[in-house]
């Protein structure tokens, strides 16, 4: 079972909006909308910031929102703020028999 | 409030064992499935293993499958890591995580332990 692909960096000044991209098969983002995402600052654990697709948990600023077509999800960051800078992981539920998650190759996002 | 604390860690020779432990509080723990994941030094994240609610269903990463035990002990509000045979490439920062409740994905995280596999 292979990470799923994410790019290595994305990059963007204060107010702008960038886009995250996360492809993997119809075995994992293709085949369910189980599809999360985690923003990860340098020595902490991962946050949950989606999850089901597009769905926010409580606390989550609504600059964040989260889509899927096809085999690719996307994660989406409007209004980039300082703190936003942080590597970024997603995650799918996947019908392998002996792996229940398979994760993103992770995006480092740089706020300019 | 939710917590997760992991302890456990350390340095160990290759060949070596390790059990990782992870305190749950702030919940009922034994209503929601658990999960360890990994993080190997300046690498992205990596699934190890998921436990059910009541212990009965477990799967594990073709990575540490037959080297690591997973299991958990309700009435204690605790997870366990039994990491057996350990390789240079278990080195990692292990973090348990909740999953989330009816769904797919992990809503809390705990802090982490360092594992670190080196003669």
């Known amino acids: 079972q292979s990470a799923l692909t994410q790019p290595a960096s994305v990059s963007g000044s204060p107010g702008q909006s960038i886009t995250i991209s996360c492809t993997g098969t119809?075995?994992?983002?293709?085949?369910?909308?189980?599809v999360s995402w985690y923003q990860q600052h340098p020595g902490k654990a991962p946050k949950l910031m989606i999850y089901?697709?597009?769905n926010r948990p409580s606390g989550v600023s609504n600059r964040f929102s989260g889509s899927k077509s096809g085999n690719t999800a996307s994660l989406t960051i409007s209004g980039l703020q300082a703190e936003d800078e942080a590597d970024y992981y997603c995650?799918?539920?996947?019908?392998?028999?002996?792996?229940?998650?398979?994760f993103g190759t992770g995006t480092k996002v740089t706020v300019l | 409030e939710v917590q997760l604390v992991e302890s456990g860690g350390g340095l160990v020779q290759p060949g070596g064992s390790l059990r990782l432990s992870c305190a749950a509080s702030?919940?009922?723990?034994?209503?929601?499935?658990m999960n360890w994941v990994r993080q190997a030094p300046g690498k992205g994240l990596e699934w190890v293993s998921y436990i059910s609610s009541s212990g009965s269903t477990i799967y594990y990463a073709d990575s540490v499958k037959g080297r690591f035990t997973i299991s958990r002990d309700n009435a204690k509000n605790s997870l366990y890591l039994q990491m057996n045979s350990l390789r240079a490439e278990d080195t990692a920062v292990y973090y348990c995580?909740?999953?989330?409740?009816?769904?797919?994905?992990?809503?809390?995280w705990g802090q982490g332990t360092l594992v670190t596999v080196s003669s």
């Open positions: 089901e697709v597009s």
């Open positions: 995580a909740r999953d989330l409740r009816y769904s797919y994905g992990f809503d809390y």
């Open positions: 995650s799918s539920y996947t019908s392998s028999s002996t792996l229940n998650y398979v």
């Open positions: 119809s075995s994992d983002v293709g085949g369910y909308n189980y």
């Open positions: 702030g919940f009922t723990f034994s209503s929601y499935e």
